[in-house]
């Protein structure tokens, strides 16, 4: 399959289940809704080292909000309901408690009405001064803090969700194949139930799965580092001189679906006239996950 | 289907505990069956057909037509259905109800919604004393649901209210909020004396401040706006309510009380 002179590889992207919520930060204004939830969001680009992948899914109107103000989405995904729940509590703990204006709540019901805590244990924060309040049967907490009050909602829900969809973008050059992604970041971020966790949505160390090191249980993926070309049995062909992947988590398949066919078009649209020359996906065998997306099938 | 009703057939001398007609307890049962169910009134028991008129079948549809306040207990324990009194209602309306829906026309006596956990009460009238509160001697008052009078209520309103919401659009008696344990009640009009009196925690959410100002036992914590109240009163917008067309505000005055007690609860002012 050839897209705009961009060859689209024959093989699937593989990705694991993971468990994901999505959480509502609130502030007087966006601008410091922003710095809360990018608090909230930092070090969470995969949880090989960072405990959950996260990242600001859009940020939200006052008319989309609980209580009537500027705020941000985040989604945050890790492989257990355990992990979730204590990166969320300590992330809402640290980095939303205690940014100036801020409220917290849910922003998504849970499978089955399943649920993690998200304001539940903060409360106790408030030393016996914090007040519950259930409105319309969901409870609340009002934490007393010296610019007056946090309000953050009890309990968030719990989806099972889909982590580790990808592709490669196989370029020319390290400009053309960072510009192609910015295209492909840009037209994915317009989409809901999705987001790309690593820094600007890119990553340029994409792991293989295993190691030489025993300690390690991935290391870089040296099929595709350019610079190994000729030390490695290596997918790249003399003039691709940059790969870059990009990573989406998403709330199911069919949004990363979704997400990736909206990504490899935009990558594409640059086309073999910008260096472009071939999409691929990290593909590990079946080692990784049980699903698998087919590059060809979501573009056909 | 149309709706079970029941008109009271004359005057009543003495009171009738209704409990045995709500939706739960008569689940299963036609119309025969009920005319002959044994209702308590006074010292003897009467069978429903001598005291109501019966027409319809849907039992999770229930009117009191011509209703008195001498008939206590209508919608004890209910749990889903809807019950519409036209007229006025006697002791204990809804009490111990968790869920379903009771709207009356009239008035109702002492002990509207009391001790109930789910459902919402509307009152288009006036509610007698103790509304939501607990039974003399027990220690929890409404634990869910919302009660809703247009009209005013009479003394000790939520009285060891422990969850829950009583919003009155008229005016709330003496002792309003007394020894509430949590929960809110919202008040559009005036409050009688000794409000929030023992109150340990909850909130008492006034328009305007009270006639008889705030007692000596709540101390004054200061202007704020608060987040929660939006949407509280986002909440209120699908009520059947003056609640829902009152435009919502986040800026109050805050008082911390009774202090002569733990000191946990809140009256909140609108400034």
Redesign the interface.
């Known amino acids: 399959m050839i897209i705009n002179g961009v060859s689209i590889d024959k093989t699937f992207a593989e990705a694991f289940p993971m468990k994901g919520t999505r959480i509502i930060i609130t502030a007087q204004n966006l601008e410091w809704a922003m710095h809360s939830a990018t608090a909230f969001t930092g070090f969470a680009t995969s949880v090989i080292a960072c405990g959950c992948e996260a990242a600001i899914e859009r940020t939200l109107d006052p008319s989309e909000t609980p209580d009537g103000r500027p705020g941000v989405a985040c989604l945050i995904f890790a492989m257990g309901g355990k992990g979730l729940a204590k990166q969320v509590e300590t992330r809402a703990g640290q980095c939303v408690l205690t940014s100036p204006t801020s409220a917290l709540f849910s922003g998504i019901e849970g499978d089955d009405g399943n649920e993690i805590a998200l304001g539940k244990n903060l409360r106790f924060f408030g030393d016996g001064y914090q007040i519950s309040k259930m409105i319309d049967g969901k409870r609340y907490w009002r934490i007393p803090v010296m610019d007056g009050e946090f309000l953050t909602q009890e309990n968030t829900g719990v989806v099972s969700s889909v982590g580790g969809g990808n592709f490669l973008i196989l370029a020319e050059s390290q400009p053309q194949a960072l510009a192609a992604c910015e295209a492909a970041v840009k037209a994915m971020k317009q989409l809901p139930n999705i987001i790309m966790p690593f820094p600007g949505g890119v990553v340029r160390s994409g792991s293989k799965v295993g190691s030489k090191y025993k300690a390690l249980n991935a290391s870089t993926n040296d099929a595709f580092c350019p610079t190994l070309k000729g030390q490695t049995k290596s997918e790249l062909s003399p003039e691709v001189e940059s790969v870059m992947e990009i990573v989406i988590d998403g709330l199911s398949k069919e949004d990363i679906d979704k997400a990736m066919r909206v990504g490899i078009q935009a990558a594409c649209e640059l086309g073999a006239e910008n260096g472009i020359r071939r999409i691929s996906a990290g593909n590990y065998g079946g080692k990784l996950g049980p699903f698998h997306f087919h590059l060809q099938e979501i573009m056909a | 289907m149309s709706a079970l009703t029941l008109k009271l057939k004359t005057d009543l001398a003495q009171r009738v505990d209704c409990s045995p007609l709500t939706p739960d307890k008569l689940a299963g049962k036609d119309i025969t069956d009920i005319a002959t169910m044994e209702l308590v009134s006074g010292r003897v028991t009467l069978p429903v057909a001598e005291l109501f008129d019966i027409s319809g079948d849907d039992v999770n549809d229930i009117r009191f037509e011509n209703s008195s306040a001498k008939l206590d207990h209508i919608g004890h324990a209910m749990s889903q259905g809807t019950i519409t009194i036209q007229g006025d209602a006697g002791a204990y309306l809804g009490q111990f109800m968790t869920g379903g829906s009771i709207n009356i026309t009239g008035n109702t006596f002492i002990y509207t919604g009391c001790e109930m956990k789910g459902g919402q009460i509307k009152i288009n009238g006036n509610a007698g004393d103790f509304v939501g509160a607990a039974r003399s001697g027990y220690k929890n008052g409404m634990t869910?649901g919302t009660i809703i009078v247009t009209g005013n209520t009479g003394a000790r309103t939520g009285d060891h209210m422990r969850?829950?919401m009583i919003l009155i659009e008229g005016n709330a008696g003496e002792y309003c909020g007394s020894r509430m344990i949590?929960g809110?009640i919202a008040v559009l009009g005036d409050v009688g004396k000794h409000l929030g009196y023992a109150m340990k925690?909850g909130?008492l959410l006034l328009t305007k401040m009270p006639q008889h100002g705030i007692t000596a036992n709540f101390n004054d914590c200061g202007s704020?706006?608060?987040?929660?109240l939006?949407?509280?009163f986002?909440?209120f917008k699908k009520l059947d309510s003056q609640f829902a067309q009152i435009e919502g505000f986040s800026r109050v005055r805050r008082y911390a009380g009774d202090v002569g007690g733990i000191g946990?609860g809140?009256i909140l002012v609108k400034i």
């Open positions: 869910g969850r829950g949590s809110t925690r909130t704020h706006t608060l987040a929660f939006p949407l509280m986002a909440s946990m809140e």
